[in-house]
C-alpha cells in the first residue's frame, strides 16, 4: 500500500511536528531580520510587518520612483510655463514611469523612447492630414466633438503607431497615447509637435543623468540596452 508522508501519525512525526513549533515560537521577532540565502535580495535588511515583509532596498526603490518621476515632470512643467509650449502632455507621464521604474527594460531605453514617440507623431498626425482634421481644434471645444472622420483618424493612428513599433522592435507604450494626443487634435501643428518631442528627449536625457548618479544597481544605455542584455548573459 502506497501512504502519503502528510496523511502518517506515528510519535515520530507529531514529536518533529513539536520541536519545529517551538523553533518558531522562540524566534525572535523584532520586525528585522536577516534574509537567507534564498531571499531574492541577498545581504539586504528587511523590514517584517506581520505576514508582509519588505526589504530595505525596496523602500528605496519606491521611493526613487516617487521622487524622480515628480522631479522629471516637475522641470517640463516649469519649461512650458516659462516659454508658454506645450512642453507637458499626459504620455510624459507614463514615459517617467517607465524609466524610473524599470530602466534597464527595452521599452524604457532611449532608442524605444525617442523612436516610438516619433512613430506616434507621425501617425498622428498624418491621420489628421488624410482626414482633413489638421485645422480643426481639439474634441473637447464645444463645435467639435467626435466626428466619423475623427474615429477614422484616431483609429489608423493607433493602429499604425502599434504595427510600426513591433515591426520596428522599439516598443514603448506611452508612444500609444502621444499619437491619441496628436490625432485628437490636442497638440497638431508642426512647431508644437517639434515641441513635444524635444520634451520627450529633454525627459530621457534627465532620466540618463539621475540614473547614473542614483542607480548603480542598473545599467541605463545611452541609446539601446541590447548590448546590456547581450553583457548579462554572456556573464550568466
Known amino acids: 500500500l502506497?501512504?502519503?508522508?502528510?496523511?502518517?501519525?506515528?510519535?515520530?512525526?507529531?514529536?518533529k511536528h513539536v520541536e519545529m513549533a517551538s523553533a518558531s515560537a522562540c524566534s525572535p521577532d523584532d520586525g528585522l531580520h536577516k534574509p537567507s540565502k534564498t531571499d531574492a535580495d541577498d545581504n539586504d535588511y528587511?523590514?517584517?510587518?506581520?505576514?508582509?515583509?519588505?526589504?530595505?532596498?525596496?523602500?528605496?526603490?519606491?521611493?526613487?520612483?516617487?521622487?524622480?518621476?515628480?522631479?522629471?515632470?516637475?522641470?517640463?512643467?516649469?519649461?512650458?510655463?516659462?516659454?508658454?509650449?506645450?512642453?507637458?502632455?499626459?504620455?510624459?507621464?507614463?514615459t517617467t514611469f517607465l524609466h524610473s521604474a524599470l530602466p534597464d527594460k527595452l521599452p524604457s531605453s532611449p532608442r524605444n523612447t525617442l523612436i516610438g514617440h516619433s512613430i506616434g507623431v507621425l501617425f498622428g498626425y498624418t491621420g489628421l492630414l488624410l482626414t482633413s482634421l489638421d485645422d480643426h481644434p481639439f474634441i473637447g471645444d464645444e463645435t467639435e466633438g467626435?466626428?466619423?472622420?475623427?474615429?477614422?483618424?484616431?483609429?489608423?493612428?493607433?493602429?499604425?503607431?502599434?504595427?510600426?513599433?513591433?515591426?520596428f522592435n522599439c516598443n514603448h507604450p506611452?508612444?500609444?497615447?502621444?499619437?491619441?494626443?496628436?490625432?485628437?487634435?490636442?497638440?497638431?501643428?508642426?512647431?508644437?509637435?517639434?515641441?513635444?518631442?524635444?520634451?520627450v528627449a529633454i525627459l530621457t536625457i534627465e532620466t540618463w543623468i539621475?540614473?547614473?548618479?542614483?542607480?548603480?544597481?542598473?545599467?541605463?544605455?545611452?541609446?539601446?540596452?541590447?548590448?546590456?542584455?547581450?553583457?548579462?548573459?554572456s556573464e550568466s
Open 46 to 94: 528587511h523590514i517584517r510587518c506581520g505576514a508582509y515583509t519588505v526589504s530595505y532596498k525596496r523602500i528605496g526603490i519606491v521611493l526613487y520612483t516617487i521622487i524622480v518621476p515628480a522631479f522629471e515632470i516637475m522641470t517640463m512643467s516649469l519649461i512650458a510655463h516659462y516659454t508658454n509650449l506645450p512642453f507637458i502632455f499626459p504620455s510624459l507621464g507614463a
Open 210 to 233: 539621475i540614473t547614473k548618479i542614483f542607480r548603480r544597481d542598473v545599467v541605463y544605455p545611452i541609446w539601446s540596452n541590447e548590448h546590456c542584455k547581450r553583457k548579462s548573459d
Open 2 to 15: 502506497a501512504l502519503k508522508m502528510e496523511t502518517l501519525d506515528t510519535p515520530f512525526t507529531r514529536m
Open 174 to 199: 506611452p508612444a500609444g497615447a502621444t499619437t491619441l494626443i496628436v490625432a485628437l487634435g490636442i497638440i497638431r501643428t508642426l512647431p508644437t509637435l517639434a515641441v513635444l518631442m524635444a520634451a
Open 146 to 167: 467626435v466626428s466619423l472622420a475623427r474615429v477614422v483618424c484616431v483609429s489608423y493612428a493607433i493602429g499604425m503607431t502599434c504595427g510600426a513599433m513591433v515591426l
